[in-house]
């Protein structure tokens, strides 16, 4: 006889520690489990509810948003089939060194420790594209390395030194400050006669990672990575508009809303709590 049947003999028994003892089945250990189903259902529930919200939110942040131990959410996460929607992304590079500037910047920033940074201290900025209805268009981000702060993100037509500068300017009036190094790789959009001016007529040092060196530009890569996983199909809005909406939109959940695994919370919120130490 299956266990289920044995259960479901033991549940209409009216002597249940009787028909456990044919059964072989501890009859206490049936509403056990029927509490810890109870619980599981719970958690499960403030998932789905969390993923309405966040819906590229795995285990880690899961964990922190619930306030739940992780190894519970991986588990209720594999028992009830639960998978956030992950839209599958390898960088594509679309940056070219500017071999005039090959051995000008060296990178400044490779053996910095987080801890010891301050806030817009370091901004580090990275170009991608995106496809929309059959044709190209290109994003610029900076982002500031210590508080994961997106600063600045412009959309344009062409991946060039206007756009980068445009986005660089932007960041300067939002945060009203300029940092003391600006990070990118060694693309000609970033080391070029403009953007290289403009840095040095504002006190900023320039820093570049090493060529063929990706890694080194790692904090806006995460945010990169992030954003392409999150949007899914793009191609769901119907014009450009409402496409520059929603990049502007999901800067403003990633800075507010979206955690940061390694603060524990959001780039803003931390932000906030530095602010009010000070």
Known sequence: ????????????????????????????????????????????????????????????????????????????????????????????????????????????????????????????????????????????????????????????????????LQTIKQAVLKQNTYPKIFHSDRGKEFLNESCINYFQNNGVKISASDPGSPWQNGAIESFWSRFKCDSGDLNRFEDLGQLAEYIYGYVSYYNNDRIVTKLKMSPVKFKQILMQDC
Request: aromatic share 10%; charged share 30%; glycine share 4%.
């Open 1 to 164: 006889m299956k266990k289920g049947k044995k259960i479901e003999i033991i549940k209409n028994s009216p002597n249940k520690q009787f028909a456990g003892n044919v059964t072989g089945i501890n009859s206490k250990n049936i509403y056990k489990t029927s509490k810890q189903e109870i619980k599981d259902l719970i958690i499960k529930n403030e998932i789905t509810e969390t993923h309405k919200i966040h819906p590229a939110y795995g285990h880690l942040r899961l964990a922190i948003e619930l306030k739940h131990n992780k190894k519970r959410i991986i588990r209720i996460m594999k028992k009830y089939g639960i998978r956030p929607p992950r839209l599958w992304y390898q960088k594509k590079y679309i940056t070219e060194a500017d071999l005039n500037y090959k051995n000008k910047f060296e990178n400044l920033i490779r053996d910095v420790k987080n801890e010891e940074l301050k806030i817009n201290e370091v901004w580090s900025s990275d170009l991608t594209y995106v496809k929309f209805q059959n044709k190209f268009f290109y994003v610029s981000a900076i982002k500031d390395i210590f508080t994961k702060e997106v600063v600045g993100v412009n959309i344009g037509n062409h991946h060039d030194a206007d756009l980068v």
